[in-house]
């Protein structure tokens, strides 16, 4: 399972800090992307970081977003700062994670259940 979580209420030029965990017989997790749907909107991708740890963020998130990861705990982390209200969304974690089941290793493609970041004015 991946489970994404930290969203709350901030005001603007706030900070939060988003987390994507993943739980069960995890391997690894490999390729991980957050994404954020504000109502009324199409989901938009809002950064991304490979297994080896390249990252990247969209441009209205540059200096602000940073996206991190950390092997050990099977996690990967959303630093969200300078927050404006048109950051307000649910911000979604998306992964493909390799797991162990009865001695064999699949890969699949999971969706975390998201998380409401709403920036006050």
């Known amino acids: 399972q991946l489970q994404a979580s930290g969203g709350g209420l901030v005001q603007a030029g706030g900070s939060l800090r988003l987390s994507c965990s993943a739980s069960?017989?995890?391997?690894?997790?490999?390729?991980v992307n957050w994404y954020r749907q504000a109502p009324g909107n199409q989901r938009e991708l809002v950064a991304g970081?490979?297994?080896?740890?390249?990252?990247n963020v969209r441009d209205s998130v540059k200096g602000r977003f940073t996206i991190s990861r950390d092997n050990a705990k099977n996690t990967v982390y959303l630093q969200m700062n300078s927050l404006k209200p048109e950051d307000t969304a649910v911000y979604y974690c998306?992964?493909?994670?390799?797991?162990?089941?009865?001695?064999?290793?699949?890969?699949?493609?999971?969706w975390g259940q998201g998380t409401l970041v709403t920036v006050s004015s």
């Open positions: 069960g017989s995890i391997v690894s997790i490999n390729s």
């Open positions: 970081i490979t297994s080896g740890g390249s990252t």
């Open positions: 998306n992964a493909g994670v390799t797991f162990e089941y009865s001695g064999a290793l699949f890969a699949r493609d999971y």
